[in-house]
């Protein structure tokens, strides 16, 4: 499990590396393929619970909808393919027998968790500045990236006393400090080797703390959700890491800090 792990996520960087890289439409392409596996992989965790049915064909619409809206229309195209989303879920609701209140609500909460925080991702996608564009994402998913890594070899080396065990019996005070600083490291280190848009690194050394504080409880909300419906992992797409969910429940949770972080400092 622990060379597989590591494998895969290396392949799995280098990927994102590439494509960032080239930038353009084959980020935007992989960015909304992305959000589709993971509101598969939401869906199909509410839906293994046994007792919900989430109004699937409305999520989809809505995964779609929210990049070609914000492509074309900016931050009110994003809110119309929310607040349409909410419309059609309860219209679902009142006329089709097969939904009920319960899957409204369920499929509300899936479809702000994950793709409203995804919307921060397609804001980075568009900046007009690729340089900028890359250090924004480059940032969020290094600091999700080195937080992981730390926390999960230094809980397990050192790891003793227990953070959350009513959530995650095997996450570890040791590994959250561990975690703590490799966002640190993550950020500080990209901005030192991509250009920090004119921002001095101590404010990086601070973005990185709560980058790599939010990124644990990226974690631990995933895993009070699968707790919740009682699922081991959202998928298996990823061997040794589960499913895309998974792997990206902390990133996701830090790119509104990251977008306001660049939106407020950057030149």
């Not at 081991?232 to 429940?249: A, I, T």
């Amino acid at each position: 499990m622990f060379i597989t792990r590591t494998i895969v996520g290396l392949l799995a960087a280098a990927l994102l590396l590439g494509i960032v890289l080239l930038h353009g439409v084959y980020l935007q392409a992989a960015v909304v393929i992305v959000a589709l596996i993971m509101e598969y992989e939401m869906i199909k965790t509410i839906k293994a619970s046994g007792k919900i049915q989430p109004v699937a064909p409305v999520l989809y619409a809505v995964t779609l909808a929210l990049p070609v809206l914000s492509y074309f229309f900016s931050d009110i195209g994003a809110i119309y393919a929310l607040v349409g989303g909410l419309l059609a879920l309860f219209i679902c609701g009142i006329t089709c027998k097969r939904y009920n209140m319960e899957s409204v609500c369920y499929s509300v909460f899936a479809m702000f968790y994950p793709q409203f925080l995804m919307l921060f991702l397609y804001k980075m996608v568009l900046v007009s500045d690729v340089a900028k564009s890359q250090l924004m994402i480059f940032t969020a998913f290094a600091a999700a990236i080195c937080e992981d890594t730390l926390a999960y070899y230094i809980g397990r080396l050192f790891g003793k006393h227990k953070l959350c065990p009513e959530i995650s019996p095997k996450k570890t005070i040791e590994g959250a400090v561990g975690g703590l600083l490799g966002g640190i490291i993550g950020t500080v280190a990209l901005a030192l080797i991509l250009g920090h848009q004119g921002i001095g690194i101590g404010w990086y050394v601070l973005l990185g703390a709560v980058l790599g504080a939010l990124c644990q409880f990226g974690d631990l909300a995933a895993s009070l959700i699968k707790r919740q419906f009682g699922a081991k992992d959202f998928g298996n797409l990823l061997p040794g890491h589960g499913g895309l969910m998974d792997r990206l429940d902390s990133t996701i949770f830090i790119l509104p800090v990251v977008w306001l972080f660049f939106y407020l400092f950057a030149r």
